[in-house]
């Protein structure tokens, strides 16, 4: 039956930001199940991407129900993220002696309203002063999705909550016309990582416009 309905969706290529040791599984086909609301809609695909995800890194259980606060609960030896937007959606899945935690998001590039108000919400002085250097709206969109990958793999981690206040990007170096690396550091301490801990993820932005980041924590 899973077998099934994998060969049946329109799976798409993930975005090249994860390692060798992460499986990844993308699709843009958000219309599924027919009847269901946009949220609802959204949720399956991520779900049906990371079901794909653990099949490829050899888990038994494919399924990946949630938890407190919606957060994703992975079958045992194995660790994931899911994120999607309006159009796509997509799951990255690893064996736990691999990686210890990983993080992945998609974030349109702020139009003029997001830039003017989330982002502003999310940026501190210094980020602001690195979005300005270059293409504002697109890196404040790397800052901010940076930032939700980074929360997505320590939290499981730490078990306990942290603003975006609590972390900031400190640079972003492009490496190829559209795509680089960032580097972020813990303003606090948070369990067993002290403040001014630094972590180093990977971004890409799409030809549709969407920057995708990924933070991974070797074990």
Same mark, same amino acid.
């Given at each position: 039956?899973?077998? %099934?309905?994998?060969?049946?969706?329109?799976w798409?290529?993930?975005?090249? !930001?994860?390692?060798?040791?992460?499986? $990844?599984? =993308?699709?843009?086909?958000?219309? *599924?199940?027919? +009847?269901?609301?946009?949220?609802?809609?959204?949720?399956?695909?991520?779900?049906? *991407? =990371?079901?794909?995800?653990?099949?490829? =890194?050899?888990?038994?259980?494919?399924?990946?129900?949630? +938890?407190?606060?919606? #957060?994703p609960i992975?079958?045992? +030896?194995f660790?994931?993220?899911?994120?999607?937007? /309006?159009?796509?959606?997509?799951?990255?899945?690893?064996?736990?002696?691999?990686?210890?935690? !990983?993080?992945?998001? %998609?974030?349109?590039?702020?139009?003029?309203?997001?830039?003017?108000? $989330?982002?502003?919400m999310?940026?501190?002085?210094?980020?602001?002063q690195?979005?300005? %250097?270059?293409?504002?709206? #697109?890196?404040?969109?790397?800052?901010?999705? =940076?930032?939700?990958?980074?929360?997505? *793999?320590?939290?499981? *981690?730490? +078990?306990?909550?942290?603003?975006?206040?609590? &972390?900031? &990007?400190?640079?972003?170096?492009?490496?190829?016309?559209?795509?680089? /690396?960032?580097?972020?550091?813990?303003?606090?301490?948070?369990?067993?990582?002290? @403040?001014?801990r630094?972590?180093?993820? @990977?971004?890409?932005? %799409?030809?549709h416009?969407?920057?995708?980041?990924?933070?991974?924590l070797p074990?």
């Amino acid at each position: 039956m899973l077998g %099934s309905s994998f060969a049946s969706e329109t799976w798409v290529d993930p975005p090249p !930001v994860v390692s060798r040791d992460v499986h $990844a599984s =993308a699709t843009a086909d958000l219309r *599924c199940p027919p +009847g269901a609301t946009k949220r609802q809609r959204e949720f399956a695909a991520g779900r049906r *991407c =990371a079901a794909r995800a653990l099949r490829q =890194a050899g888990a038994p259980d494919l399924v990946v129900p949630v +938890g407190v606060d919606r #957060k994703p609960i992975w079958p045992h +030896g194995f660790v994931g993220s899911i994120t999607h937007t /309006t159009t796509f959606a997509w799951a990255v899945a690893a064996r736990a002696v691999a990686l210890r935690s !990983v993080g992945i998001d %998609s974030e349109p590039i702020f139009d003029e309203s997001s830039l003017r108000d $989330a982002a502003r919400m999310v940026l501190d002085p210094h980020e602001w002063q690195l979005a300005e %250097s270059g293409d504002q709206a #697109k890196l404040a969109t790397i800052v901010f999705s =940076a930032k939700e990958s980074l929360f997505k *793999c320590l939290n499981p *981690c730490v +078990g306990e909550f942290f603003e975006f206040a609590d &972390v900031r &990007v400190d640079g972003v170096i492009q490496r190829a016309q559209a795509e680089g /690396t960032f580097d972020v550091q813990l303003l606090r301490s948070l369990a067993e990582f002290p @403040r001014g801990r630094r972590f180093a993820g @990977r971004y890409v932005v %799409s030809c549709h416009g969407v920057v995708h980041t990924a933070v991974e924590l070797p074990t």
